[in-house]
């Protein structure tokens, strides 16, 4: 009788360790899907404020460049030398910060070199 009641005893707790196992298993793949779930709701959320915030940039830029003003013509007629070369450093500073193109800045040059 000891030998039924020990293999019984090792049967029963074979099948408690099994069922113990797959009740983990399963917990564990329910909580790595809630995990995997949240991960992309949270990447998907990041990649929408991103995309308010590249808008909101362009938004910005496109109104800062109506906003900016229209470089004044450049005077025809050359003034004294030491003029002269402000308004040249000043149509060059112009042309650095991208205000005049370059065929706005080629022009204002020949202007005032005559």
Not at 33 to 46: L, P, R
């Amino acid at each position: 009788m000891r030998r039924g009641g020990l293999i019984r005893a090792a049967a029963t707790t074979a099948v408690v360790a099994g069922t113990a196992t797959a009740v983990s298993g399963g917990m564990r793949s329910r909580r790595d899907a809630k995990d995997q779930q949240a991960a992309e709701a949270a990447a998907y959320e990041q990649e929408q404020q991103q995309a308010q915030m590249d808008a909101a940039a362009q938004q910005a830029v496109a109104a800062q460049q109506a906003a900016a003003p229209v470089a004044a013509p450049v005077a025809a007629a050359p003034a004294a030398g030491g003029d002269l070369m402000a308004q040249l450093q000043q149509l060059a500073d112009l042309h650095t910060q991208g205000i005049l193109s370059d065929d706005e800045f080629a022009a204002g040059k020949a202007k005032l070199l005559g």
